[in-house]
């Protein structure tokens, strides 16, 4: 079980929720690794093929979410964000930052990947710029905070109860139960835009895995081709019926017996 130590709750500045100006200038640091990407892509992918992608909501990744702390602005980019309804932008204009209460929602589930050099991901630094822990747990009180530790395929997944995470614990399967979401979140190792490793995965209430695009396509080729089959079966059940009748029908007439005058 994962453990992180605490430090005292000192109080916190004032926060406060200001959307940032468009001028404000974003952290725009580089992906640590191409499986980044990958992993929230196919989070998503399997949400919205799924059909479970509300318009209200929104889902990004490495995407600023932002708080004033004081007199500070503090801007965290997770690496996977699901935040349940949105104000909506106007026509035109591009979300380039999300601060909670003042656009909508607090985040429901923020995730994050631990990198080879780490980011920070277990942080509980209560000063600015404060740790992402921290300021998930403390300043935005996101509900559930999951890490993921793709070289060890390791699953985190933590709940804020009375104001702090509390590790989950997974089921029988190695899932998670995310009830804001009526869905679990677990692991599952395979292949995927040409690379095998570990991916975190979403499945339904009864234990039905929500697929991929390139799963949903292999499953829909897959029944045409029984399709296939099957009707090429009833074509040669038809087909040698069509004969055991041609060959009675000689051997009648072998015996003298015309079948067109059979009732």
Not at 28 to 48: G, K, M, S
Not at 248 to 258: F, N
Request: overall charge negative; proline content about 8%.
């Amino acid at each position: 079980m994962t453990t992180v130590q605490r430090r005292p709750l000192n109080p916190l500045p004032p926060i406060t929720w200001e959307k940032l100006p468009a001028d404000f200038p974003l952290p725009d640091d580089p992906v640590d690794n191409t499986l980044q990407p990958l992993l929230a892509a196919a989070l998503r992918e399997a949400l919205e093929l799924a059909g479970l992608i509300l318009e209200s909501a929104l889902i990004a990744t490495n995407f600023g979410v932002c708080a004033t702390v004081g007199d500070k602005t503090v801007v965290k980019a997770p690496d996977w964000v699901y935040v349940a309804s949105v104000n909506p932008v106007p026509s035109g204009h591009v979300r380039r930052s999300y601060t909670p209460h003042a656009e909508g929602d607090i985040p429901t589930l923020v995730m994050e990947f631990v990198s080879e050099t780490e980011g920070g991901e277990y942080s509980i630094n209560p000063h600015y710029p404060y740790g992402k822990w921290y300021f998930y747990e403390r300043i935005l009180q996101v509900p559930l905070y999951a890490i993921f530790h793709p070289q060890s395929g390791q699953l985190d997944l933590f709940r804020l109860i009375n104001g702090q995470y509390v590790e989950q614990q997974a089921d029988e399967n190695g899932r998670y139960w995310i009830a804001e979401l009526n869905l679990f979140l677990g692991l599952w190792s395979g292949k995927k835009a040409e690379m095998t490793t570990t991916w975190l995965r979403w499945w339904d209430a009864d234990g039905n895995l929500l697929l991929w695009g390139s799963e949903q396509l292999s499953q829909e080729r897959q029944r045409a081709e029984q399709e296939r089959q099957r009707a090429e079966q009833e074509r040669q059940r038809a087909e040698q019926a069509h004969q055991r009748v041609e060959q009675l029908t000689e051997r009648l007439r072998q015996l003298g017996v015309d079948p067109e005058e059979l009732p």
